[in-house]
């Protein structure tokens, strides 16, 4: 029998026979849908609480007794003196996050490709991995050692460049070189898996035609692995609003607050840090929400242009 | 003579990969050398220049300072316990669901894997997340709530299930017409042949469990990991110091060593691990992108 011979879905009358012979089967997994709907599908019903007016002292009270307010959470959240700053910054990084990662990403991994010291091309592989699998909270304890005031980069070229001091979309492009510095051996994964899969014959009839490495590298290899870009960006473009707040967090410091502050940690602020857990969900709602519109936007605008789809 | 002129030229570029490599490599490392030879060096010395990948006057006294004065042996501990703990019901939760989802026989298979996948594309959001742990499940400062709400992944589910799919079905089978029941098929034939993918789950999630720090910022901070720990002195820059300990130690302790210090207890394991499971984890990165 073949490896990958499995059975067909099998349309099946509810009998409570079925439900006893499999049982086991049931027993493995209900307890698990039991986990699914408390930790992940309960939150989801507490979107209505962007609707209404949620604080601690009325948390406890019945969902129908509570204020409704309709979008008062949200226009509370859009006028709010942070909330322009909060969109621009997180559009600008997530923006430049998305253009330098991606592209640095595929020149490492066209490289990684290219070079024929196989040796050499594992070694830097399993070290470009290595910051990937450290935590934020290191980074930003190495972050702020190399790159504050007088840390290691100020003393080493001896000038102060005032990266981690100037409340500027500069912290934009520090926090984006720091994301790519981290994780560019590991998404470079993806797309050398891409390059794995492109029919070798194409390379070996370039050669014959005379066509150098270079040439090779622009007409066979990123044609080849376009569709993964397209993707990955419509993928990353779904998350534009979702830059994690525990990078931006651990990252800035009172100096460069203004320009640090994202959608996310704006939810936290408000909501938690305020108390006021309505504008808080409505705040995190709008996040998601306009994250899926993006998403079904690019994937839509790839089909239109002739691109692989992700749905 | 054309010809190897080019081929001459075209490994030219082999040779400028090479040196880009090696700047690469050096930019990668030096940061991690760095401060591997600040938290073993002397406090004092390290204040005339940081710029050094080897200790210009080796010490262990940043060390002794945190693990005697500064009390990193409790979340050190506790960091290893929710690691361990966190991997193990990992793996064999995943790995008992993803069973079942592949299982196309089963009834509700359907219904539990849409209701599965749907909660990776939409979720509730930090607050009524926050709500839900703190309030109404009441788990905050509870070692619970390092455990149960990130107790699956569906990503991992979708991997192991995959996996679990490329098997010869008529291994089941013949265990079947053995009498065997579902569990038993699960726990002595798929559990077994399913090793290389969990190594990859269990490394994935211990690796997450180890290097969380938003839980205990948000719900547990009186049961602070090493990670929390580490943020906690980030943050106040500079440490309560005891003036009667420090003069005990003869060597004054300066935050920035003892930060260094903290940062490789909390790196170490990482770098222990990583290359060791490194076959597994792009194995199973690939197979997730290929399928699904």
Not at chain 1, 244 to 250: C, D, P, S, V, Y
Not at chain 2, 58 to 76: A, D, K, Q, R
Not at chain 2, 250 to 261: D, E, F, G
Request: with cysteine; charged share 15%; net charge positive.
């Amino acid at each position: 029998m073949k490896a990958n011979d499995k059975p067909k879905a099998i349309k099946q009358k509810f009998s409570w026979q079925l439900m006893f012979k499999q049982r086991y089967l049931l027993l493995m997994s209900v307890p698990f849908v039991i986990w699914l709907i408390i930790f992940k599908y309960v939150p989801l019903w507490g979107w209505t609480m962007a609707f209404q007016d949620v604080r601690p002292k009325t948390f406890a009270v019945p969902v129908w007794e509570r204020d409704f307010v309709g979008f008062g959470n949200f226009s509370k959240a859009f006028t709010d003196r942070l909330f322009k700053q909060t969109m621009i910054n997180t559009i600008g990084t997530s923006i430049l996050g998305i253009l330098l990662g991606t592209v640095c990403a595929i020149i490492f991994a066209l490289m990684l490709n290219e070079i024929r010291f196989v040796k050499f091309k594992k070694v830097t592989q399993t070290i470009s991995y290595l910051p990937h699998f450290v935590s934020w909270v290191v980074i930003a304890s190495i972050a702020k050692m190399v790159l504050n005031d007088g840390g290691m980069l100020d003393t080493l070229f001896n000038t102060r460049m005032k990266l981690m001091s100037t409340n500027s979309p500069v912290f934009w492009v520090v926090v984006c070189f720091i994301n790519v510095w981290k994780e560019m051996g590991w998404d470079a994964i993806v797309y050398l898996s891409a390059m794995a899969g492109i029919d070798a014959g194409l390379y070996e009839a370039a050669k014959v035609d005379g066509a150098g490495r270079l040439k090779r590298i622009w007409h066979i290899t990123l044609p080849g692995i376009k569709p993964t870009i397209v993707v990955l960006l419509i993928m990353s473009i779904g998350s534009t609003l979702n830059v994690g707040m525990e990078r931006q967090m651990l990252l800035s410091n009172g100096i460069v607050q203004d320009h640090a502050m994202v959608l996310s940690w704006f939810s936290y602020l408000r909501g938690i840090g305020n108390s006021n857990y309505g504008v808080g969900t409505a705040i995190g709602m709008f996040q998601s929400l306009v994250g899926i519109a993006l998403l079904l936007i690019a994937n839509k605008i790839a089909g239109l242009l002739g691109e692989s789809k992700l749905i | 003579m054309n010809r190897t002129k080019i081929r001459s030229r075209e490994n030219i570029l082999d040779w400028v990969l090479l040196v880009v490599f090696i700047v690469l490599i050096i930019i990668t490392l030096y940061p991690f050398l760095n401060v591997l030879a600040i938290s073993f060096n002397d406090p004092i010395d390290t204040m005339r220049n940081i710029n050094f990948v080897i200790p210009r006057q080796f010490t262990l006294s940043n060390y002794v300072y945190i693990f005697e004065e500064n009390n990193l042996i409790s979340p050190l501990i506790l960091s290893i316990v929710k690691t361990v703990v966190g991997a193990a019901t990992g793996v064999i939760c995943t790995a008992m669901l993803a069973y079942v989802l592949s299982r196309k026989d089963f009834y509700f298979n359907k219904v539990f894997t849409l209701l599965f996948v749907v909660t990776m594309y939409v979720s509730g959001g930090l607050i009524p997340e926050y709500l839900l742990l703190m309030r109404t499940l009441g788990l905050g400062n509870n070692f619970l709530v390092y455990i149960l709400p990130g107790l699956i992944w569906v990503y991992n589910v979708i991997l192991v299930r995959s996996f679990i799919e490329g098997l010869p079905i008529a291994l089941q089978e013949a265990a079947r017409v053995d009498g065997a029941n579902d569990f038993i098929i699960w726990a002595r034939i798929i559990l077994p042949l399913c090793k290389p993918v969990l190594a990859t789950v269990a490394l994935f999630v211990a690796v997450g469990q180890w290097n969380s720090f938003m839980d205990t910022y948000l719900y547990a901070k009186e049961l602070p990991t090493l990670q929390y720990v580490l943020y906690e002195i980030m943050e106040t820059a500079t440490i309560k110091i005891d003036p009667h300990a420090a003069e005990q130690m003869k060597n004054a302790v300066s935050p920035l060593s003892v930060r260094m210090a903290i940062t490789i207890v909390a790196t170490v394991p990482i770098i222990i691990v990583y290359p060791f499971l490194q076959k597994y984890f792009v194995g199973g990165m690939t197979v997730g992108a290929v399928k699904d």
